[in-house]
């Protein structure tokens, strides 16, 4: 069993950055690949970020490429969300969630087997 806590969300303008944090509590985190999701207003949760345990591999949606780095610390047990140029469009609720799988490439819901409550991000324009 593990707990995931997301923290690190906030109100920030167009351009700006924010760094969210996952921290773990129960089993260690580097036993999992571990993912990010986000769900906007009226809309259903998407994946956004993975990272794979080991050689941590990561993958990413095509709309934060080069904006957004997911990173883990093992020895903190939390993972990591970096968000720089943030858009209006990043509005949304971000979730952290981990994986017994460690393939690189996973990107369905149904994947994860632990989810955290998930941290509000809003971008003014």
């Known amino acids: 069993q593990v707990q995931l806590v997301e923290s690190g969300g906030g109100l920030v303008q167009t351009g700006g950055s924010l760094r969210l944090s996952c921290a773990a509590s129960g089993r260690t985190l580097s036993s999992y690949a571990m993912g990010w999701f986000r769900q906007a207003p009226g809309k259903e949760r998407e994946f956004v970020a993975r990272?794979?345990?080991?050689?941590?591999?990561?993958d990413y949606i095509n709309s934060v490429k080069g904006r957004f780095t997911i990173s883990r610390d093992d020895a903190k047990n939390a993972v990591y969300l970096q968000m720089n140029s943030l858009k209006p469009e990043d509005t949304a609720i971000y979730y952290c969630?981990?994986?017994?799988?460690?393939?690189?490439?996973?990107?369905?819901?149904?994947?994860?087997?632990?989810w955290g409550q998930g941290t509000q991000v809003t971008v003014s324009s």
């Open positions: 969630a981990a994986d017994g799988v460690n393939w690189v490439v996973r990107r369905r819901l149904f994947h994860y087997d632990y």
């Open positions: 990272i794979t345990r080991n050689d941590g591999t990561t």
